[in-house]
């Protein structure tokens, strides 16, 4: 299995939207880059033509349970995983700990799970990011930039709202 390597963006913006959620269970999907030429089942068109046009494949899927000490790998995870899975064979799951969703947490949000090598799901023991992606999903979740994301439900209730989080991607490169 090659190493698992999780973007500034890709991370600040799944604390952020955990976040942005305390109270609720909170999902999405993770891009990658498209290393290989997957033949592409049929996936939401949107985001499917998005993917395609910037070179990318929907790579993984995290998910932050309902309940403050849930952490676990549920059935709906394992699923949805599946079948991302099925499309693009290297796919993980990032299951986040909802404990560590705060600025001073020193260990990734999430621990990471993948079928590679197995038919189960089971956790990969991987560091996913290194200090400065850390120090700086801090700085955003300290000054509150979850207020700014856009997940795909708001862009669903109102077009205009973009998904894609252009602004809030703008911000995270200025400080990193």
Known sequence: MADI??????YAKLLLHAAKYPHC?????????????VKEKKQIKFIDSYCKSKGYVIGGYYQANEHLQDNDLNPIARHIGKKIHDYYPDACIFMIDNNRVNPESTRDVYKVFSMKDSADWKEVKNDTIDEDTRQTSAVLLE???????????NHLDNVANDWRNTQLNELISKCS
């Open 25 to 37: 269970a909170v999902n999405g999907i993770l891009l990658a880059e498209d290393s290989k030429n």
């Open 143 to 153: 000054q509150e930039q979850f207020r700014y994301l856009t997940d795909f439900d």
């Open 5 to 10: 390597s999780v973007s500034i963006q890709a």
